[in-house]
């Protein structure tokens, strides 16, 4: 493969590969430059250019198929498999160990919300451990993939809505002990919500992007938010990836009343 001729390599999801290019080049070139990938990953059959930043509340990438016919692959994770539609669904394989991250935290009296599930890469494996988990995303499609997702892995213990979290939150009876919020651009916007349906020591993840390193924002957001409902709060900060040239991916591990 030329040096330089794909942006920081490529995503695996299924037997899908994901490329992102450097400079203009002819369909021929970039066919020849994905010869390798297919080369050196058998399973691998269809292949899609990310043309574009992830669009939307309902976070639908922007993506051209260069190689092959469909674009749902089944993909495994963290004990668990994953139909994903990689055009219209988010999902992102380089948050692998960040969810076995949350997921070995979880107890197994839990009460878990999944305030934008997506495909289910949180939800379905923490279902294996939680009393309980409710599982929010504004995408029909991906709720739908959700569906088949919980029969796959004999899940019986996930509630599932689709809709706006916000509005959907406010309706639930539950108290959780632990929420989870994976919208890097937009979660924060939800908070006050999400603060209100937390039990005593619950324990919220915030993941924001964050520029240059500076978190003093979104943790003074945090706190005011927080701070509305609980006296004592503690926030770690985990990296989750970068996602763009001095743009990262963090986890705030907000932990109420400690």
Known sequence: MEKGRLNKGFDIIGNIAIVKFDGRLSKKEKLTSINEILKRNKNVNTVFEKVG?????????????????????????????????????????????ERLRIIEKVKKDEKVLDMFCGVGPFAVPIAKKASKVV???INKNAINLLKK?????????????CGDSSKIV???????????????????????????KCSDSAVIHLYSFIKDGN???????????????FKKIKIEEHKAGEVAPFLERTCFDIYLNN
């Open 135 to 137: 599982a929010i995303d």
């Open 215 to 229: 978190t003093d924002t979104i943790k003074k957001e945090i706190i005011k938010e927080c701070s509305k409902q």
């Open 53 to 97: 930043m992830t669009q939307g509340e309902e976070r639908i990438p922007k993506l051209r198929k260069l190689i092959g016919e469909k674009g749902v692959a089944l993909h495994r994770e963290n004990g668990c498999s994953f139909y994903v539609d990689v055009k219209n669904v988010y999902f992102s394989p380089r948050m692998g160990s």
């Open 149 to 161: 997702n919980i029969k796959l892995n004999k899940i019986s213990n996930i509630e599932f809505y």
């Open 170 to 196: 406010k309706k639930l009876g539950d108290k959780f002990d632990r929420v989870i919020m994976n919208f890097p651009l937009y979660a924060y916007k939800f908070l006050e919500e999400a603060v209100k």
